[in-house]
């Protein structure tokens, strides 16, 4: 079985400092792995994703996840934060024949102060 | 126009009332997919359906139903609502592939008294 953990459901961050959130999976089969940030009132967007190409992978607004089997890994960073950040974030794993069929961590509310 | 449009955004009913909550695409899609988000636990998957005749429940299936009248849209019933399924719902697409992202809608909040 498939599952996610995300270590810390809410962090805060000052405006320009790294942001890095935990993602922590466990798979028995090689996974898919995604992040997707949620805006307040607004559906999920996709952030990045691993499908077993390049470990590091570079999303949008300069978030990039470095993808570690052998610390079973997929943490997300963003080198300075930004106030428009603010958001909640969720790792998920997949795998290639689920389809859509996504296994999501509990979220990250991400803050950041001015 | 949104590429996955729920409908309603929001609804208050009570115990026992039956509602649906309808979901369309424009994406050309054959996959959807209805998520029920709670805080603290993230989005778990209620049904999905892979086409339009293959229907298939989720982790969470329990006191839900779905339909998928055409490609493009996918219902989902609770036949007698009831409190713990105050929730967040997200109808999802996706291609048949196997990067599997999926397209959300804004989400429908539910509340049930």
């Known amino acids: 079985a498939q599952s996610v953990t995300q270590l810390g459901s809410h962090v805060s961050v000052s405006e320009g400092a790294l942001v890095l959130l935990r993602c922590n999976y466990s798979s028995s089969v090689p996974p898919y792995l995604f992040w997707y940030v949620q805006y307040p009132n607004q559906g999920l967007q996709l952030l990045l994703k691993?499908?077993?190409?390049?470990?590091l992978v570079k999303g949008i607004n300069g978030f990039e996840a470095e993808f570690k089997k052998s610390e079973t890994s997929f943490h997300l960073t963003k080198p300075s934060a930004h106030m428009s950040d603010a958001a909640e974030y969720f790792c998920?794993?997949?795998?290639?024949?689920?389809?859509?069929?996504?296994?999501f961590g509990q979220g990250t509310e991400l803050s950041v102060k001015p | 126009d949104a590429d996955v449009t729920q409908t309603p955004r929001n609804r208050i009913t009570k115990t026992g009332k039956r509602i649906m909550l309808e979901c369309s695409q424009t994406k050309g899609h054959d996959r959807m997919y209805w998520y029920r988000q709670d805080p603290g636990l993230g989005l778990r998957l209620i049904y999905y359906s892979f086409d339009v005749k293959d229907i298939n429940k989720g982790e969470i299936s329990d006191g839900y139903s779905v339909s998928r009248q055409a490609q493009a849209k996918f219902s989902l019933s609770l036949e007698s609502a009831i409190p713990n399924q105050t929730a967040l719902y997200f109808c999802a697409t996706s291609e048949g592939n196997g990067a599997n992202v999926l397209t959300f809608g804004a989400g429908s909040r539910l509340t049930v008294l």
């Open positions: 998920a794993v997949s795998r290639y024949n689920q389809g859509g069929k996504l296994i």
């Open positions: 691993y499908t077993s190409a390049a470990t």
